[in-house]
């Protein structure tokens, strides 16, 4: 079973979206949390120079800094400040809380950034704990605003279990866009494909010859358009050294084989009537014709083949041609019943002496693998312009691959070998090229298992 495009293709993307939003998901937390510590950092310093009038009440210090922040998510952090002055600050340690303990001597001095000129903000570890911290530029014992680093980390958790949460609902409606998505990936990228292959199957052995103008719909098309173009051109040399090897060979073998045909025929008449050597020469006379017929019928089909089958187009009484086929099976082929259904006046446009070979090649075969005492069907009706010839016969045993092989040349199943049936397996496929000369079709249908049922569709007139 082959496996669906667009099915592999959806399976690719969707593996490709996840792995791309799992790796926005990791890059972009990597910078947001960087981002949104030094963020804070600076809003921290905001704080202090904005509201260090109400620095010695923590309650107003707050309510002063989620003022000037209403509305923005961050002011929350505000929570965890830590308001405190050195032991020797001017508030005093009894106002306000103390400070860290074991801050290291280079604190400080490893500054990171200045805020509006006047504000510290420094960033370290205190005590084993990652501390935030910024202070009026040069005050050593003036007020501070800690916050613990991990306070943030806290923070930028929960904005990521927000945003995850918000992922799995729209999960389903990613899924739903990237299916779409992947249907107008796949239209996109088989359209090209499905104008070549539109364009190629225009491509048959009668018409390789001919230009066809297939054009690449993009440029990365052109080299595939090229391939393919000299592969019609190899491809039209080989089937015309083919088709003129065919034409050729059985041309040159008419002369020698109808030569053959009248030594043979001199021979049998010159030899003791009833002789052996009689009979071996007349043994040798039917194979002589069979090879003449080989070649005639050769001969036909590479001219089919090459489309240098002419037909002289005349009108013919196909019901008259039917009819009496019908009353000469009363003759020569009394064991079988013959029965028919013919319309009257059936007149068909069509090539005179191809036609009769037709009638008479699909007429052969249905008696050629019949029963003994068995029976012929023959319909024929009109409408629309069409005709439809039906020729039913039983038969001992259908090959189970009889429809599919029926028309190819020289198959002719294994029933005729074992039931020495005389032929070629050519005479099907001579009636189907008759058949597409005039723009008819020709099928075999199979009932019951031993029926056999050929369809002769044709218009009755062919149109230029």
């Given at each position: ?339 028919h259904d013919i319309a009257p006046d059936v007149i068909w446009t069509c090539d005179k002496t191809l036609a009769h070979q037709l009638v008479q090649n699909l007429y052969s075969n249905a008696v050629k693998y019949n029963l003994p005492q068995g029976w012929i069907h023959v319909n024929l009706a009109s409408s629309d312009g069409y005709f439809e010839l039906t020729m039913t016969n039983p038969t001992h045993e259908v090959p189970l691959d009889l429809v599919e092989r029926a028309f190819e040349r020289f198959y002719r199943g294994e ?50």
């Amino acid at each position: 079973m082959k496996r669906s495009f667009k099915l592999h293709l959806f399976i690719r993307l969707f593996v490709i979206t996840l792995l791309i939003i799992g790796t926005n998901r990791m890059i972009a937390q990597h910078f947001l949390t960087k981002q949104l510590r030094d963020s804070l950092h600076q809003e921290m310093g905001q704080a202090l120079s904005s509201c260090v009038g109400d620095f010695e009440q923590r309650p107003q210090f707050l309510s002063c800094y989620s003022a000037l922040r209403k509305g923005d998510v961050r002011a929350s952090v505000s929570d965890f400040y830590l308001l405190c002055a050195q032991p020797s600050g001017a508030a005093g340690p009894s106002a306000i809380a103390a400070c860290p303990r074991g801050i290291p001597v280079n604190f400080w001095s490893n500054t990171t950034q200045t805020i509006h000129d006047q504000i510290d903000a420094s960033r370290g570890v205190v005590d084993g704990e990652d501390w935030f911290a910024v202070r009026f530029t040069g005050q050593s014992n003036g007020p501070e605003v800690w916050m613990r680093q991990n306070e943030v980390d806290s923070l930028v958790e929960q904005m990521w279990e927000f945003r995850d949460r918000n992922l799995y609902l729209v999960l389903p409606w990613i899924l739903v866009l990237l299916g779409l998505m992947t249907f107008y990936m796949a239209h996109v990228l088989m359209r090209p494909i499905v104008l070549i292959e539109a364009n190629l199957s225009k491509v048959n052995a009668s018409n390789l010859g001919s230009p066809i103008l297939l054009k690449a719909p993009y440029r990365e098309f052109v080299k595939l358009v090229r391939v393919f173009e000299d592969l019609q051109e190899r491809l039209n040399d080989s089937f015309i050294k083919a088709r003129r090897f065919a034409s050729d060979a059985s041309h040159e073998l008419r002369t020698p084989l109808t030569i053959l045909r009248g030594h043979a025929e001199q021979l049998i008449h010159d030899l003791p009537t009833g002789s052996e050597a009689q009979v071996q020469m007349r043994l040798m006379g039917d194979e002589v014709e069979r090879l003449i017929d080989i070649t005639e019928k050769l001969l036909l089909l590479s001219r089919a083949d090459s489309n240098s089958l002419f037909s002289k187009l005349s009108e013919v009484n196909l019901s008259a041609l039917l009819t009496g086929l019908v009353e000469d099976n009363v003759t020569f082929q009394s064991s079988l019943k013959l029965t028919h259904d013919i319309a009257p006046d059936v007149i068909w446009t069509c090539d005179k002496t191809l036609a009769h070979q037709l009638v008479q090649n699909l007429y052969s075969n249905a008696v050629k693998y019949n029963l003994p005492q068995g029976w012929i069907h023959v319909n024929l009706a009109s409408s629309d312009g069409y005709f439809e010839l039906t020729m039913t016969n039983p038969t001992h045993e259908v090959p189970l691959d009889l429809v599919e092989r029926a028309f190819e040349r020289f198959y002719r199943g294994e029933t005729s070998h074992t039931r020495n049936i005389d032929g070629l397996g050519l005479g099907l496929s001579i009636c189907l090229e008759i058949a597409k000369l005039h723009q008819g079709s020709l099928t075999m249908r199979i009932e019951n298992d031993k029926t056999v049922i050929m369809t002769l569709r044709a218009p009755l007139t062919r149109t230029v």
